[in-house]
Structure formats: structure tokens, C-alpha cells
């Protein structure tokens, strides 16, 4: 912990113009709920892909289109959508 003098708390202040309207749905920061539970599915797809998984080409190639498929459902608000397209990917890798 810091103390003394020169050694203050140190805000960050946004300015009013950067700040956007939470969403439907958003959490207490503002984040979509299922924001979270993207990026560990996200991770867990890109781990198991990085360790060379024992797959044929076509349900490698399979998961590679779903993990694309599920990053732009993700991008364009379809959030049940990538996380269907997440889902069937990780049990293709079995996870």
C-alpha cells in the first residue's frame, strides 16, 4: 500500500463523449453477460488448436470455420449465435 505525501490515488476520468450507453442486457460495467464467456470459450478453441489436436483435416478445418463463424456473430451482436457456433466447435475438439 502507498503512503505519504507524494504518493496519492490517481484517478482516470473518461471524458463524457467516450462513454456509450450500456446495452440491453449489459452488466454492471457495461459488458454484454455473455462477454465473459465468449473470450473463455474463445481461449479454450485457441488453446486446443495451438497444442495440434488429433483431428482430421475436415473437422480441423470444421472447428477453424466455427471459431471464424462465432468471432463475427460476436462482432455483429448475434451473441446466442456465437455462442452456439463456439459451442459446437469445443465439442468437436472435445472440450
Known amino acids: 500500500m502507498l503512503t505519504g505525501p507524494d504518493r496519492g490515488l490517481f484517478l482516470i476520468h473518461r471524458r463524457p463523449d467516450d462513454e456509450e450507453a450500456a446495452p440491453p442486457g449489459a452488466g454492471p460495467r457495461g459488458r454484454r453477460r455473455h462477454g465473459s464467456q465468449l473470450s473463455e470459450r474463445d481461449e479454450a478453441i485457441d488453446a ?24 463475427a456473430a460476436h462482432k455483429a451482436g448475434k451473441h446466442d449465435e456465437s455462442m452456439k457456433a463456439l459451442g459446437d466447435a469445443k465439442k468437436i475438439l472435445g472440450i
Open 48 to 71: 486446443k488448436l495451438a497444442s495440434s489436436p488429433n483431428l482430421g483435416e475436415v473437422d480441423l478445418a470444421k472447428v477453424k470455420a466455427l471459431r471464424s463463424e462465432g468471432e
